[in-house]
């Protein structure tokens, strides 16, 4: 058999889909390319020409390739078709090539730049689509309303200008150009078994979702948001409230509210401006009424915004944009787990399935520990619970077992998390100081010990990012990279390997999880999302889980904990108490208006 | 994506010509595993031009490095340059046998400069008294910076209480503080960088000519 792929595959669907549920198929288009990339022929297929197996070989020896392939094999699996056995996602190669950090400027506003096949062909210097207004029909085969203006040889031919602009894509990926290193074919075909086959089964999957109660609160919002804010917002009662009655927030009221409270010391961003980001809320949690008001923030905007994309099957299908982000991890929106944790109230699973959480103990430490071979940080990190260590090094507590520290600190547990990955992160003296609520001094005497206690690692993060900076580039475990522009944000170098590690982790296990049939619903950060009829199935999931902490780790194992496992139609409950005061605010509320029955406030 | 590029490589304008692809041989983690290693680098923070003060100036427990051969200089001549526009930074390095033909004695201020730290390694060259140690002041302070050498040393400076000379005290637990974690580059290379521009080692080095009431030569 030849070394080289004897057919290249060049498709594209066209499909017409409503938020939250999977495609409805209008056509396809695919140019079949010989072993020199020449084309051989071209294949048009219309609604109701789809035979039960795909018009081309999928077999080892041909080579699919699509930009945004997940959406490709989403069509595939509409159509009962199975997946190619190599897939080269076009979009995943370009995020590879064109993942470059650039200077730090905290000054200046950038925009996120879009990255859609249009935009990587301009990267490439590819001139198309002259004739056609893309947006406009992009938009009007998506909503169906293409009826109206266009016929099917139109929408095809749309369709097949966008196959000859991959194919030419194709190219121009396989040469580089200056800026845009060539593509590495095993690297992309390693990369889209994750991003094109796996994210397309899980995201076909879906959260269920308690749409009856979805409703409820949709049609009730200025009470369930009226209830949220007398609640939450510290400042309700003042004449200049930081939200609005529609639960619109201000910033300059919260800056006003500040001033108004005292709090001198919140962190800014270079620019001056305040900086209003997670994790600087959950710095200054220890400002009373700052964690609800946080808590308040993740959830008015889920609620008042009602963007969840919720199929006509109730399922909440999130897009979860793989490698959407520098580091590797997925970038997905629109999901419960875009929100304050409580907020993953509103699924419930089906009464014959079992839903199980399952996320790896504090993956990033672990990750650090295992990738730095500090012995240390090993060994606190095996001592079951980092933070505790942490607190002991802080002097916050004698108490010398982990266990009984978790169970009797929790709201302290609580505020060593962010400091723990702070402090890996390159986190300064001042932010320390203010997430300890403790003098500079302090703060800077905590860091020191930290530099004591775990040299190992101390060392191996400056090597790294100067190792980084005479290399301009940086990359994961297995390979995803990150190139380097002039003076970038030291710390997001030393957030990288970390990161990039527990992308890297996530996608081994959830390749791995599909293989074996196990496929997940969610994918979030460090933790997987799985509805299954056999507990065996779960069992199974969490080694897979763990040997993939194992692979990425160099042999280390980094913990998988069961967060939740929701049996009997249960529904999905944070165990984190402000979680639970947040859910139970949304269902007093209801309870207030008698659009639930008592019973249903837990 | 620098590794294995696919096996033809055309020309970037060629549109039509013939690429191949390999095929992937079969599916081993370890082919994707990063070849990089961080701890290769062993890379060390260079220091870049460093303070120079007398100990007191530090306003803070110091230490001076221990080994005196290697990181205390000789005796050095400085001389202040005026330079308009500017306040800080006037201290120059001047060669002894052109200060001491150019310029009058009163004008040259000598002593050694020292690798000195102030806790958790933030460094700076110490100036070290050698003349007038009969001077209650310099010998106060070359006694710090003997001190120094040894303990976490602090001086300062008794002349609000109508008294000549420095106070020398010791942190109350010398372990408060990790040891220095010294640099290795070599104390002439720390004291070229922290001088560079300011070394008059020539007749028309416009800071001697400066002084020597000479015309500048912009050219």
Known sequence: ??????????????????????????????????????????????????????????????????????????????????????????????LAASNVLLPHSPDEIRKKPRKRLPDACRAYGLEGWERIDKDTIVKAIGDGSWREHYGPEEILDYCEEDVRMEARLLRAQLCGRP???????????????????????????????????????????????????????????????????????????????????????????????????????????????????????????????????????????????????????????????NAHAGMRGFMVFPRAAIGAYLDWRTQEVGVAAALSDDRALIDDYAGGDIYHALARLCDLTNDPDPVHWKKTNPAMRNRMKPLQLGINYGMGVPSLARGLDRHPLIASEIIERHKRRYPRFWQWRADMVGTAMLERRIESVFGWPLRLSTSPNQRTLYNFPMQSGGAEMLRLATVRLCEAGIIPIMLIHDGILFEETEREKIEHAKEIMLTAGRDVCSGFEIGVDVDQLLENGARYCDKRPMAQQMWTTVMKALQAINAVPQKEVA | MTKNKPSIVPPASADNAPIQIAKPGEFSLDKFRSKRSPATAGIETLQAALPHHPMSQA???????????????????????????????????????????????????????????????????????????DNVWNESNLQACLQAKQHWTQATSRRDEGVDGYKVDFAKNQDAFPEPNWPTQKLDALIQTTFAGRMIDRDDHPGLLRLIGARQSTS
């Open chain 1, 179 to 337: 800026g845009l290193l060539p593509a590495d074919v095993p690297y992309v075909l390693h990369w889209s078994n994750y991003s094109a086959k796996c994210i397309a089964l899980i995201q076909a999957r879906g959260m269920p979702i308690d749409m009856e109660l979805w409703n409820l609160v949709q049609e009730n919002k200025s009470a369930v948001i009226g209830e949220l804010l007398r609640r939450f917002d510290p400042s309700h009662d003042d004449e200049d409230p930081i939200y609005t009655p529609e639960g619109e927030w201000s910033y300059q009221r919260f800056e006003e509210w500040l001033v108004r409270t005292g709090v001198i010391a919140w962190p800014r961003l270079d620019s001056g401006r305040l900086n209003i980001d997670s994790d600087a809320f959950r710095l200054m949690y220890s400002v009373p009424g700052i964690e609800g008001l946080h808590a308040l923030r993740d959830s008015l905007g889920f609620i008042v915004k009602a963007r969840l994309p919720i199929g006509c099957d109730g399922r909440n299908r999130p897009s979860l944009f793989p490698f959407g982000t520098a580091t590797g991890r997925n970038a997905h929106t629109k999901s419960p787990y």
């Open chain 2, 59 to 133: 306003k803070d427990f110091v230490r001076l490095h221990p080994d005196e051969d290697n990181y205390w200089s000789p005796e050095l001549c400085f001389v202040h340059v005026p330079v308009k526009g500017q306040k800080r930074e006037t201290l120059h390095l001047i060669e002894e046998e052109l200060a001491m033909r150019h310029l009058p004695s009163g004008r040259i201020l000598r002593f050694r400069l020292a690798l000195a730290t102030k806790p958790n390694d933030v460094f700076f060259l110490c100036h070290v008294p050698t003349q007038n140690l």
């Open chain 1, 1 to 94: 058999m030849s070394e080289n792929f004897g057919t290249i595959v060049v498709c594209d669907f066209e499909y017409e889909v409503e938020p939250g549920d999977l495609p409805n198929v209008l056509c396809m288009v695919a140019h079949v390319l010989d072993e020199n990339l020449q084309h051989v022929r071209t294949i048009r297929l219309w609604r109701g020409e789809f035979d039960p197996t795909p018009p081309f070989d999928i077999g080892a020896d041909t080579l699919f390739v699509a930009y945004s392939a997940w959406a490709e094999m989403t069509c595939f699996k509409v159509l009962g078709w199975r997946s190619p056995v190599h897939i080269f996602d076009q979009h995943t190669a370009y």
